[in-house]
């Protein structure tokens, strides 16, 4: 038995197995396999339960599609593709193998949507060949909506088959966003990187749900700039009611955009001495208790109330459902299906001190229906599955599950109920209201405070023929106001209500326009475009608006929707969109010089940005430096421009050439507790050995004799590592170091030594290079006044206490690279390896996930 991940796999395996099991680590170290005796459809049985972590597989073209410089993204539309391993360091097809050796059935415990759906059959093929076959009697589909007991023993009794429809349809999804995304991606940020210079982002990405995601903060960005204020005017008047209070009543006509007219109806009502009351309407009111909570409307309350953003939001609630407190956060459904134990639910929050006496008061009343709402037939609405306190949630997931479980208490309560009294007055001709309410029932209100009428809401009793003092008049002049930057909570209901971003994936997307600069985040949450974005956007909507507009990816999300009922052949969807993007691509790159047209007027071409930096071996002139994302040398005389590392600073390094082009060196370093090292900024790029690949700083450099290379400057092979070589850093005195050029490895060694050299030979014992170090008379740490010293750094005992070793930070990664390969997965889902120790995948896996 599989489950997504291995948290879940231990808390189904303890249900399943009464608690009864045993627990073993797996051969690739992050997965657990829980094993038991019991029975399986009458038979006794031996069980095995264990996990994936996420996605098995990814997908990605074929090697040499993923070179940027030899291939036209056009090429990418038909480019081959394969499936790859997701994380190739789990190696999760080799465990599911090891583990399958033998069984008799596969038992299927993914998340129950259709990426769930999706990894059931990369689990399939890769046990494949080790089942007898793969039929019907052999591979089950358990199907349950929480972690809890009744859920998941139910699952167990009622096992089905996988869905291959919809798992088809991520399938057709991912080679879309593939295709689609690279090749726009890869177009644009060729073209405007290689142009301008303070375009502050590593890649100018396009997706076809990210965009026009995008496309609806630019919208009312441009209503926010083009809008022009217009004056008008409000007569506010109170009324004095006979006990003493004044109130104040509404105009009628509310407003006027007509000084002159508003001052003739000043005048008219000045001049009346008295307001009468021509009548009293009492009406009962209700305001209606919430619909069943589902994750459109759990993301819009957390960013709103909670100041969550939708991505950690989903995180939160995946944890709060992998641990059994909530239902399966990812649901469209509103309504809860008949058989759902709602009393059962509730009878869980009685002992909760702050709702438990309302909870308690409910169950006596007895069953109070939910309001009828959507079934999309995936889930039940997210609901709380057992009581919780705050010491043992935490306070940030206490507050999304203490929202869940009022919001959840609320649709099984009252609605609540109000006495609403609207008065009319007349003064001279003009009429005036005001309205009062006052509470008759709370209903779920009590439960969901910050909907609660208030007392200050009520007005005091007026009878109808009645008549008033006027307390006050006064005319007040205000100015129209334009809309403001959208909050997420009202770009997620923008998205929901043009069907872009379905099947929760929301959160992704959202994220993504953050990371890649193309809005920010200001107070509120709400969503400020950046210059990039909204260049973008007008870019493309001069272009073919078609690649900004919710329209086509709401079809395509359709489409996809009906393969994944089986109403729609995959081919024949792919084919069909594929060849739609294509022709757009095409016209596309006809027509950039539209878009660029909006790039010249933002941003400035790479010859005018940055600074002076290092000579360029060809002209002898000076490269400059630009800082914005990613760094890199241009040198404007010869119209090159030269990559360089990225997550450190570039400085120059003391002005030494390149030994084979002229080129001035470079210092590579992320500051004074990290690793730093000397490159050629041609060499960088065009590497000048074969055994060398593109991006390698001299520490990696094969040159036999130049002075800077690893083979004049390494010390020893690297204690941690297989492949790397200690290179000792030349420019790190007086804090003398050496590092690995493979890992992050960093020794440091003969603080305050004024030069270190590395002699010829080799040390006998351990092959490392003899060393020789000169001290200043006054600061040397050498026994018997000695100044200076020859020998091997780890062997000598004179140097041994004069040696540290410790960890380079590893330079710090963009968030997303740690995301791995789930193109718009759209969840958290454990990969099983941590963010920064990790080497990067390679950049097509990387950039799977960012075209969504
Ligand atoms: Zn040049
Ligand atoms: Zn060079
Ligand atoms: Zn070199
Ligand atoms: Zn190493
Ligand atoms: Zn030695």
Redesign the pocket.
Known sequence: MVAEKPSLAASLAKILSNGSMTTRKGSNGACSVHEYRGKFQGEPAFFKFTSVCGHVMTLDFTGKYNNWDKVDPVELFSAPTLKKEASPNLHMPDFLRREAKGIDVLVLWLDCDKEGENICFEVIDAVRSHLKRICDQTVYRARFSAITETDVKRAMNSLAHPNENEAMSVDARQELDLRIGCAFTRYQTKFFQGKYGNLDSTLVSYGPCQSPTLGFCVERHDKIQSFKPESYWVINVQVAHPDGKTIPVEWDRSRVFDKEVVQMFLGMIKAADSARVTDVVKKEKTKPRPQALNTVEMLRIASSSLGMSPHHTMQVAERLYTQGYISYPRTETTHYPENFDLMGTLRQQTNNSSWGPFVKELLKQGNQKPRKGVDAGDHPPITPMKGASESELGHEAWKLYEYITQHFIATVSPDCRYMQTTVYFDIGKEKFLCTGKILTDPGYTSVMTWQAISDDEDIPPFTKGQTCNIADVRLGERQTGPPDYLTESELITLMEKHGIGTDASIPVHINNICERNYVTIVSGRKLKPTTLGIVLVHGYQKIDADLVLPTMRSAMEQQLNLIAIGKANYHAVLEHALEIFLLKFKYFVNNISGMDELFEVSFSPLASTGKPMSRCGKCRRYMKLIQAKPSRLHCSNCDETYSLPQNGGIKLYQELK???DDYELVLWTTGTKGKSYPL?PY?YNNP?FKDMRKGMG?NE?T?PT?Q??FSQNGVAECLECSQGILVLDQSSAPKWRMACNKCNLVINLLEGAYKVTLKDDDCEECGASIIHVDYGKNKSPLPDGATDCTGCVFCDATFKPLVEMHHAMAPKMRRSAGRGGGAGRGRGRGRGRSRAKNKPKDKMAQLAAYFV
């Open positions: 390149c030994p084979l050629c060499c000048p001299c450099c040159h130049c800077h290379a």
